[in-house]
């Protein structure tokens, strides 16, 4: 079970947009519409910010989306704050019931 | 609100055993899937093990399969890990995780704070 692949680490300036991709296969992200995406900052647990490729849980900013095309999967990050900078993961369920995480993207708010 | 609190976890030497548990407030616990998702010191998260919200489905990683059993006592709202034959690289904080918004079930809507397991001789 490899994981799925993300860039290491983005950065931004403050009010700018950076998108973070997440390739999969056909197994996983090409093959289901079951894509999530988390925030974690240092030293405590992940928060959901969407899931099912597009939507947002209540309460969490549209200043992030998500998108998919074919087996890769995008985090956009619009209008950048401070507060932005965190680890993102994401996820995919995959074909035998199991999930997979995305190895992690670093994002800095320059 | 949502509350999960997990415990368990603690030292053990290679080849040893740990049972992990998580108790779970503010919800209809019987209800909802629950999951394990461990992240080892400075490294990125991985999915651990699935519980279908009344025991009948159980999945897991092929890292653990055939080592890790979770089960749930949805009388006592808990959840739990027992972890045998562990390794050095089972060496993480694990946090359980409870299914939300999303019908595959495997988005976590609320996570516990997490418990360390370090695997050393």
């Known amino acids: 079970q490899s994981a799925l692949t993300q860039p290491a680490s983005v950065s931004g300036s403050p009010g700018q947009s950076i998108t973070i991709s997440c390739t999969g296969t056909t197994s996983d992200i090409g093959g289901y519409n079951f894509v999530s995406w988390y925030q974690q900052h240092p030293g405590k647990a992940p928060k959901l910010i969407i899931y099912d490729v597009t939507d947002r849980p209540s309460g969490v900013s549209s200043r992030f989306s998500g998108s998919k095309s074919g087996h890769t999967a995008s985090l956009t990050i619009s209008g950048l704050q401070a507060e932005d900078e965190a680890d993102y993961y994401c996820t995919s369920y995959t074909n035998g019931g199991t999930l997979k995480f995305g190895g992690g993207t670093k994002l800095t708010v320059l | 609100q949502v509350q999960l609190v997990e415990s368990g976890g603690g030292v053990v030497q290679p080849g040893g055993s740990l049972r992990l548990s998580c108790a779970a407030s503010g919800f209809a616990f019987s209800a909802y899937g629950m999951h394990w998702v461990r992240q080892a010191p400075g490294k990125g998260l991985e999915w651990v093990a699935f519980?279908?919200?009344?025991?009948?489905?159980?999945y897991y990683a092929d890292s653990v399969k055939g080592r890790f059993t979770i089960s749930r006592d949805n009388s006592k709202n808990t959840l739990s890990l027992q972890m045998n034959s562990l390794r050095p690289d089972d060496t993480a904080i694990y946090y359980c995780?409870?299914?939300?918004?999303?019908?595959?079930?495997?988005?976590?809507?609320?996570w516990g704070q997490g418990t360390l397991v370090t695997v050393s001789s």
């Open positions: 519980i279908r919200y009344d025991g009948g489905n159980k």
């Open positions: 995780a409870k299914v939300g918004y999303s019908s595959s079930s495997y988005t976590f809507d609320h």
